[in-house]
Every structure is written in C-alpha cells, then in structure tokens.
C-alpha cells in the first residue's frame, strides 16, 4: 500500500517544547510548497470551482458564511498550512474556529485514528483510549477538584448537559448569560445566544435572562475601563433580580467571548460574575469551547481570572477535528439525580473508542509540545506585528489578544468606532486570500485564532500580508476614491 507522505508516523522531531523550531516535521511538509502562502491560480481556482459546481445543487444553504465568500475547496492541510484542490497554499487564521489546536494533517491524530477504527469505533464500553484520556483531563483540569468527565460529539451538547446538571445539583430554573454569548445553535443553548441570530427561530425555552457582556471597546455604558468601576456588575444584577422568573441554577459564560469577536473580559468582571453565581446558590458555567486546550497561552481561558468553574464545557480543540466535546466537574455535582442516573446523560458518540482516541492523542500532542506556551510566544509577537497597524491605518480601532485569541476590529472612524461596513471587509478578505492568507476578516470584528502550531515565521508572513491588504484597501481611501 502506498503510504501519503501526511500520514507518517509522529517523528521525534516533532515533539519538544522549543517555541523557536518549526513543529512540522520537513518529511511531511505539502506537497510542493515550501512553508508559507504561496497561490498560484486566480481564486478560486479552476478546480475549486469545478468542484463548488459538481456540489451545489445538492448542499442545502445556511453552511459556514466563511466557505461560501472563500469558494474553495481545500485537499489537505498540514500544521498551520491549508492547500486547496489548486494547489495554492494559505496560511490559516481560522482553524476551522478555533478546531485545529496541534495544526491540520497532524500524523499523531491520524494514526491514533486508524489504529483505533482498525479495532473498535463504536459502544460505550470502557476503552483503553477513554481511561487514558480521562485520566488526562482530571490531571489537566482547571481545578483538582474538577476531575469527573462526560463526553459528547458537539459543543452545543454539551453546553445543553451542562444546563441540565445544574438544573439537577441545584434545584434551580433560571439560567443567565450574556449579550455576544455563544454556546451552539440547539433550541436549549439558542435562547442564551446574545445575538440578532436568534429571531425569527422562537418561541425558545423559559428560564434565561441576558446580560451585556463586559465588551470594553464598545461599552453599552458608553464607560472607560479605568474608571467604570465594573458597573457591568452592578448592572448584571439589576437584570437578574428584574427579569428572572424563578431561582438562578447557572451563569453560563464564556471566559473570552470567541464568536463576538474574541474579546477580553476585564481583570475583576469573571470573579465577580463567580460571586454572583454562588450568593445565588447557583454554578458558575465556564464554556471553554474555544478558549481550552492552550488557545490563550494557558490551558484554559479561566486561568488568566484566578477563577474556575463548577463546571466547564470543553470541545473543538481537544481533538483538533475529531467531533468530540465534554464538561468537567466535581464529584458532588455529577453524583445530582436524575442526570447521574445510568444512561440519563449517555449519547451515542459520548465517549466511543474512536473519539476518546482522537482526543487522547491530540491532548499528549498538546502537552508533550506545550502548545499553550507555544501559542503564548506566537501571540505575543503577532500582537507585536499587529498593534502598529493602529497607528498606521485610520480602519484599524483596536488590536487585542491573548494567546493566539486575537481579535482586531475594523471601524470607519476611529472616534465613533462604528465598524467598516461589510462590503469593505469582505474587500479586505478577499485580498488576504488571494495573498494566501484564509482570515475572518469578513466582519469588521475580526477574529484571528490560528493552529496553535503556528510557526514565527508564519506569524510573520501573515501579519505581513494583512498589514500590506489594509495598506492597498486604504490607500484609495486616503485619496478619496
Ligand atoms: C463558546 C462556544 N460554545 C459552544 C459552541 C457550540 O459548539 P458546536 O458548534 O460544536 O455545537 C461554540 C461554537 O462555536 C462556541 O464557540
């Protein structure tokens, strides 16, 4: 059997916690490129196209906004590399939202899939791979006492059980969230969506109760940081004692909000928010969605608060591409009936050999490399490259970040910051792809959180790239065409 050069054994070469070195190893790198952007079609190119075609008129509407503007097909990826069916080579900025933690085409996730489909992929049975892997997650969660684990296949699953474990620990009702929240698009998690995408899918279950969110760029209280006091608080409690219909169970939240366009918390808003939750005698839900698994330079988002959960949701990451998701919590929590009762939290893909196996590889890749020091480094220097671009170009309001969590927002004006309209953005989104960079730069919030194996250089040649983009879009502007 002829063997893909993408599907080799993990060489040694790979492992290591040298943020300096490349993390791919030479052997596996794309098929004629070297280890950057390099396109060599229009985009799309002839083959993405004929392929978009062939696929059309049997894909239903409403699939991901960022494929449709893209029109690409890609054929593989490796490390923080995606090479379409064209040939042309992109550096990634996306990583599937936030999926791609060890970097596309990684030869630990596939051979640990291939071994373990070639035994047994499906039932609930212990396995080998899910004692492994639990016994990793209780090492690595955010707290000692955080070491029981569920398992699912998607986040929105596994926000939806979180909700009903502490519905059950606590004897509770009511839920509250926050404006920008995401926690998955299920009728259970949408209601807790603090966004327009919500209307026109009600009625939606009872029981939830929104909040703004500490967004600090563009504060609902028109407020500074330095001097707000943490109002949001204060506010946020008003909320809950005006609009909750009954007693509060949770307060679900994000560390750092990703969909809303990867943004910060203050130092102070999360503990509050933990405080809050308990004088309530209800659990604090950290959905680590995005923000686990070494995305902003630690482990977990919460780490940066000096605060944990009662329970935290963990997904995308942690099988890099394996549909795998989970919640962590303590020993009292999930011993709360009826969730605890046997098969009253089970689903199908909870925990089946073939995803505990995924998971189970990608978290070694993650600790044996220190991903999450790695994405500390890389997003310092992107940061480092990317701040300039303030003073540089009159569309770029603020440049902010943690880890490779990095959001820049795009305005018309510096002084109102009202986001550069969306034709603009998309302007700009075209022009990094056709300069080989794949950004989210098609909404004026944009959100960069690339594989965490990024390497300097890709840092480099990407930041490069989106720093000339901004040039050439706001040249014309600057001349008033
Ligand atoms: C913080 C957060 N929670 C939950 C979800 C839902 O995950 P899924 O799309 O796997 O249902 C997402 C998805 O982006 C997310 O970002």
Redesign the pocket.
């Known amino acids: 059997m002829s063997r893909d050069p993408l599907s080799a054994a993990p060489s040694s070469s790979s492992r290591g916690a040298e943020h300096t070195l490349p993390l791919i190893p030479t052997q596996t790198l794309l098929r004629g490129i070297a280890r950057g952007a390099d396109v060599r079609t229009e985009i799309p190119g002839p083959q993405s196209v004929a392929l978009r075609a062939r696929e059309s008129p049997y894909l239903a509407p409403g699939t991901q906004a960022l494929s449709q503007l893209a029109g690409l097909a890609f054929a593989r990826g490796q490390g923080a590399l995606l090479q379409d069916v064209d040939g042309n080579t992109f550096i990634d900025w996306v990583a599937g ?2 999926v791609a933690s060890i970097g596309h085409g990684h030869p630990a996730l596939s051979q640990a899939l291939f071994d373990q489909a070639s035994q047994l992929s499906c039932g609930s049975f212990t396995s080998v791979a899910r004692v492994e892997l639990l016994q990793r997650l209780a090492q690595l969660a955010p707290h000692p006492s955080l070491r029981r684990t569920q398992l699912f ?7 939806e059980s979180a909700l009903r474990l502490a519905r059950a620990y606590t004897g509770h009702s009511d839920v509250l969230s926050f404006w920008g ?6 009728a259970g ?1 949408l209601g807790l969506m603090g966004s327009e995408f919500k209307q026109g899918l009600g009625p939606l279950p009872t029981g939830h109760v929104l909040a703004p969110y500490p967004d600090c760029y563009r504060c609902p209280f028109k407020l500074a940081p330095a001097s707000c006091g943490l109002h949001c608080v204060d506010f946020t409690q008003q909320v809950l004692r005006l609009n909750a219909t009954g007693p509060l169970a949770a307060i679900l939240v ?1 560390p750092m ?3 809303a366009g990867n943004l910060l918390p203050p130092a102070g808003w999360l503990p509050a928010m933990s405080k809050l939750a308990h004088e309530h005698g209800a659990l604090l839900i950290l ?5 686990g698994f070494g995305r902003t330079g630690r482990m977990w988002g919460q780490q940066h608060y000096d605060v944990h959960g009662d329970i935290v ?1 963990f ?2 990451g942690v099988a890099a591409g394996f ?1 795998l ?1 989970g919640l962590l919590s303590t020993d009292a929590i999930v011993s709360a009936e009826p969730w605890s009762r046997p098969s009253f939290s089970s689903s199908s893909f909870g925990g089946f050999p073939l995803a505990a196996a995924a998971a189970n590889a990608v978290v070694q890749v993650i600790v044996e490399q220190d991903l999450p020091g790695h994405a500390a480094a890389m997003g310092a220097r992107l940061l480092e490259r990317l701040r300039p671009l303030v003073d540089k170009y009159p569309i770029v309001g603020q440049v902010r970040g943690q880890g490779l969590l990095v959001g820049v927002e795009l305005v018309c004006d510096r002084g109102t910051r009202a986001p550069l309209p969306k034709a603009q953005c998309e302007e700009i989104f075209q022009r990094c792809l056709r300069r080989g960079l794949l950004t989210m730069a098609y909404a004026p919030r944009v959100r960069i959180n690339p594989p965490l194996c990024i390497t300097a250089e890709q840092i480099d040649e990407s930041a490069a790239i989106f720093d000339d983009v901004l040039g050439d879009v706001c040249r014309p502007m600057a001349r008033g065409v």
């Open positions: 939202i936030g296949s998607g986040g929105a699953e596994a926000v929240g995401f926690h998955g698009k299920t998690v994000e909000q990703g969909t959905d680590e969605m995005i923000c949701t997904g995308k549909p998701s």
